[in-house]
């Protein structure tokens, strides 16, 4: 019988900058069996990613800091430190930071398989403390020519 053991995800783990955001690796497939991939995510203003939707993964966000407007079937709404928003896989979505100040968010996925391509997208972080570099094009490619390895569909391509 195989033992159970627990897992430690930390904050000293894995980052990567996104549009506009840090994504730090808190829990990935590979430490879980594949079951979730966690990360924590801060937001600086306008950073958000485009419209899209997750063939294979569901989505939890829960924002601990600032606010940012979500937009999901069609709907848009904000959502602020304290709440969460559950994402069900197929469903379009986005999400921007329309405040001056940075949100603050932790993004669950299930089952875990989008890291990779995080790691393959992004630029890893070398100063934590450091801003975003501006989004390019070139960044914005990257994102939409891996997405479809990752089951990801882009909204008005």
Known sequence: MESLRAVHGTAASEAYWGPGDRYTFLLTGEQCGGVMFAFDCVVAPGGGPPPHRHLAED???????????????????????????????????????EREDNALMLAI???????????????????PGGQPPPVTDEMIGRMLEAGPRYNVEWIGE
């Not at 606010?67 to 430190?81: D, K, L």
């Open 59 to 97: 989505e939890l966000f829960f924002l601990y800091g600032g606010a940012v407007e979500f937009s999901t079937g069609g709907e848009r709404r904000t959502i602020a430190a304290g709440e969460s928003i559950f994402v069900p896989k197929g469903l379009a979505h986005e999400y921007r930071n």
């Open 109 to 127: 996925y299930t089952p875990a398989g989008m890291e990779g391509w995080f790691r393959e997208v992004f630029e890893r972080v070398a100063d």
